[in-house]
Each structure stands twice: as C-alpha cells, then as structure tokens.
C-alpha cells in the first residue's frame, strides 16, 4: 500500500478565486488587486478614507479607440472634497498600477466605508518585564530562543 503524500494546506484566497473573479466581474473589477491593494495603490492617507466600489466601461464603438473607464469610489462624506482634489494624483497611481491609462475620471459616492477598521497590530511587551522572564530561563541554551520566549512570556503576562 503507497505512504500517503504531505499535505499541503492551500490558502482561501486561491481556493475561492474563480468565486471572487466573477463578482469582480460584475462591478467591472478586470482584476481584484484594485480592490484588495487599495491601500498599496492609493495610498494610506487616500485609502483610509475611500474604497472603490466599481469601474464603468463605456460601450465600445466600432473604429474608435477604447474610452477610458471611470472609477467610481465610495467616499466618507466630510473628506470628499479632499479626494475631489487629489483625483489626478489617484487617477496617475491607478493607471501606474495597470500598466496603462485604463481610468480616464472619478466618480465619487458620498457613504459611509463598508470595511471595517482593522485593529491595531499588537504593541511590543515592555523591555522590563521582559527582562524579568529572561531572568526565569536561564535553563535555556540558545539566546535566540530565550529571548523569543522572554517576549512570549511577557505578552501572556500583560494580557
């Protein structure tokens, strides 16, 4: 009988793909990295307050070049007028992004972000504390790991 092969855990992103390029589809989305990196693409300060909700493709007309699309961002109210005035400077970070001058304008949707805030990434524990659970591990061999586990156990000490 054959030894069964390691198994490999696959992320979600990658399973669930084909689901999520289609719904990308539908809101004009050619790619899902607008959506997912929009924080990469238009900047911190831009994205915290923004999200884009689709792009509209103007019809095709025989013999004429492709329009541009437009990008329609939804906007925090109070902070609309800000992106209004940076539209040039987000329109040249996402046309950079594709390669080419796919997002001739902006259209901007006052309402509130549908995201979520993210929480903040966790602060260091403090050096005396850790200190002090060094203090505890002198058994440990490898100064690497013990002081990885003098951070470890400074953390579950402040939680």
Request: proline letters at 9%; charged letters at 25%; aromatic letters at 6%.
């Amino acid at each position: 009988m054959a030894k069964p092969g390691p198994i490999s855990a696959k992320p979600l992103s990658v399973l669930l793909s084909d689901v999520f390029s289609d719904a990308y589809a539908k809101q004009g989305f050619a790619a899902r990295e607008l959506v997912t990196r929009w924080a990469e693409i238009a900047g911190s300060e831009i994205a915290a307050h923004s999200e884009p909700l689709k792009m509209q493709w103007p019809r095709p007309v025989e013999g004429q070049p492709q329009e541009p699309a437009t990008l329609v961002l939804r906007v925090e109210g109070p902070v609309a007028l800000e992106i209004q005035h940076s539209s040039d400077v987000i329109l040249q970070r996402v046309n950079r992004f594709f390669g080419w001058s796919a997002v001739g304008r902006l259209a901007l949707r006052q309402a509130p972000l549908s995201r979520r805030n993210r929480p903040a990434p966790p602060r260091a524990p403090d050096p005396k504390s850790v200190a002090k659970v060094a203090e505890t591990l002198s058994a440990v061999e490898d100064e690497e790991l013990r002081a990885a586990l003098a951070r470890l156990g400074a953390s579950i000490k402040r939680n």
